[in-house]
């Protein structure tokens, strides 16, 4: 079950071109290309002629034919031609998508299309900003949506899990504070007089003892923004060395997602040398990530229905995300 | 650990009783047994404020604190607290709390609590919740 009237992304603008591509999301397929004006497309991805996928299928002008027996659709899913005979099926129809393409993002919105309201699409103008340099990522996980969630709103894993990157004991001996707006879910911790992340250090030059903090905050469903850096020890954040993670994740199914993961900072932003040392460590720091939440996923499918998690204090924002998530899935059913 | 809970993010109890709940234990998915509840209803005055509890394991104290400038107290580290705000504005920390806010703290950080008034005739409702086992209440229990 999948909140479906959301925005999610659907893959990177550069993945979107004249070659059909294919993406599972929600469980829907859906196949991606541009039309010859660059005009982005979501068709579903799937023949209504024999269930054939249109994603192996060309495209001819700003239309895509399926590969099988030529059924062509336009832009809007509309059969525009039946090779085999003039009269096209009534029923020979595949279902398009609203898109939205923004800072290197291509959003889907999967549900019912007169509720798509692009002003909903999230901010992630640090991809796009030049006073800002973005690392990217993405990567499949092979577990649920929610694990990914989970472990964005509660750091204290990197203390384990990312112990030669991001990771430091100090983390998970620092309390939260959790805040509930509505459906935004946010969980905030102050580090105040750390040495900074390894990962960061060098790229940041910096010696001595700062302000450490992160904050995630969950749009649901599918995406998470964290607010991180070091600030003066005592200093107000917004005079520090700025980072915003932007984490879109998209459910393929339920038990696999996409992740995709934009790392944006504010220092060193002509540092080649520091780009390609982030590139390197935080695909470590994803893999560390993936390998453990794939074991979780693993961990839960043999877990009796009926054991539930026994959430610590500083579960407080994945708790409360959790039941946000209930909510809107609740709201959708009826 | 601190919660700041918005007022939109407050539910119905769901057992046709009045007002919304704002704040619980357990507030989790958990098997655990229900402690506490804190629930608010719109008034001409604000915002009233109910706290329903288990008298067996939880001792509950409600104090209505008059914010004129601010109000600052010592939280013992086994004592959670909420604090509603039932009347105008005020601000903690980096927040500011509007009415139906509910601000709840538990464990080591914060103990020192500190609410400033952002206008005249702030109120707030404050709830302290110790375990009569002389344990630590939290969030979890």
Redesign the interface.
């Known amino acids: 079950m999948y909140i479906l009237n959301a925005w999610y992304v659907a893959a990177w603008s550069t993945e979107v071109s004249r070659e059909p591509a294919r993406r599972v999301i929600c469980e829907i397929p859906v196949v991606l290309y541009r039309t010859e004006a660059g005009e982005a497309v979501a068709l579903e991805d799937r023949c209504p002629h024999r269930g054939y996928p249109l994603s192996p299928g060309r495209l001819v002008g700003d239309n895509i034919e399926c590969g099988y027996h030529g059924f062509t659709f336009d832009g809007s899913g509309t059969c525009v031609r039946v090779p085999a005979q003039d009269i096209i099926p009534k029923q020979a129809f595949v279902r398009s998508f609203p898109l939205v393409e923004k800072d290197g993002w291509v959003w889907i919105w999967t549900g019912q299309k007169e509720l798509a309201d692009e002003s909903k699409v999230p901010d992630t103008h640090w991809m796009s900003d030049p006073e800002w340099v973005t690392v990217t990522h993405s990567f499949h996980f092979a577990c649920r949506a929610e694990l990914i969630h989970d472990n964005l709103l509660d750091l204290t894993h990197e203390s384990f899990i990312h112990t030669s990157t991001v990771g430091d004991d100090y983390i998970y001996k ?9 459906d935004v879910v946010s969980a905030d911790r102050l580090m105040p007089g750390v040495v900074a992340p390894p990962l960061y250090a060098r790229t940041m030059a910096t010696e001595g003892l700062y302000d450490r903090f992160h904050c995630t905050v969950f749009y649901p469903p599918g995406y998470l923004l964290l607010h991180s850096g070091i600030t003066g020890e005592g200093r107000p954040r917004e005079e520090g060395y700025l980072i915003k993670v932007l984490n879109g994740i998209t459910p393929i199914d339920a038990h696999n997602s996409w992740y995709y993961y934009a790392f944006s900072r504010n220092f060193g932003v002509d540092q080649h040398w520091a780009t390609e040392e982030l590139v390197t460590g935080l695909a470590t720091v994803l893999e560390e990530d993936k390998d453990a939440l794939e074991w979780q996923e693993i961990g839960l499918r043999s877990r009796p229905y009926d054991v ?9 924002g994945v ?2 995300a ?2 946000v998530m209930e ?1 809107l899935l609740a709201a959708e059913k009826q | 650990m601190q919660l700041i809970l918005r007022q939109p993010a407050a539910r119905d109890a769901g057992d046709g009783s009045t007002g919304v709940v704002v704040a619980a234990s357990p507030d989790t998915f958990g098997r655990e047994q229900w402690q506490w509840d804190v629930r608010i209803c719109e008034s001409e005055a604000g915002f009233d404020v109910a706290v329903a509890h288990n008298v067996e394991s939880i001792e509950v104290v409600e104090e209505s604190i008059d914010v004129s400038a601010s109000f600052e107290a010592t939280r013992e580290v086994a004592e959670l607290w909420l604090a509603v705000v039932v009347k105008k504005p005020v601000i903690h920390g980096q927040f500011r709390l509007e009415a139906g806010d509910v601000a709840v703290w538990e464990g080591d950080d914060p103990v020192r609590i500190r609410v400033q008034a952002v206008e005249d005739d702030a109120r707030l409702q404050l709830v302290r919740i110790r375990r009569r086992d002389g344990k630590a209440a939290r969030w979890v229990p």
């Open positions: 620092h309390g939260i504070t959790v805040e509930v707006d509505g539930r998690d026994s959430l610590i204090a500083q579960d407080a708790a409360k959790r039941k909510r």
